[in-house]
């Protein structure tokens, strides 16, 4: 899927068959060209749907400047650490998140248990 982010810089991203369905089956019932926005939103709207929906949610977010990570963007770091733990694969999450430097996909490593590291090193077979 192509997404627009930062700076308004187009990027393909993965995402599973059902959602793709899902959105094929929104852009058709609503006419949508290829080139159309799915969700014509800026970045303020989608900052204010997703506050609402934590605080209907009754979900605990970030509110201090030291918390050093805003409400939507937990909703990232969140994404990030279970693509972690599902693929044990760093550079395949640093792909998806489109960082530029592997040490910041690294940082969510920090945030898994000892269990689930184990768990991730005993998949990896080195063919030596």
């Known amino acids: 899927m192509k997404i627009r982010g930062k700076g308004n810089t187009t990027a393909l991203v993965a995402i599973s068959s059902g959602l793709a369905a899902q959105l094929q089956a929104y852009a058709y019932r609503h006419k949508l060209d290829d080139s159309d926005r799915l969700f014509?939103?800026?970045?303020s709207q989608a900052?204010?749907?997703?506050t609402a929906a934590f605080d209907r949610a009754d979900v605990t977010r970030p509110r201090r400047e030291t918390d050093r990570v805003g409400a939507v963007h937990i909703l990232r770091h969140s994404g990030a650490i279970e693509r972690l733990k599902i693929t044990g694969n760093p550079k395949a999450v640093q792909d998806q998140l489109r960082h530029?430097?592997?040490?910041?996909t690294m940082r969510y490593l920090k945030t898994i248990s000892a269990d689930e590291s184990l768990?991730?090193?005993?998949?990896?077979?080195?063919?030596?």
């Open 40 to 43: 014509p939103i800026t970045r």
């Open 47 to 50: 900052f204010r749907i997703v």
């Open 100 to 104: 530029k430097s592997a040490l910041m």
């Open 119 to 128: 768990r991730i090193q005993q998949g990896v077979d080195f063919k030596w």
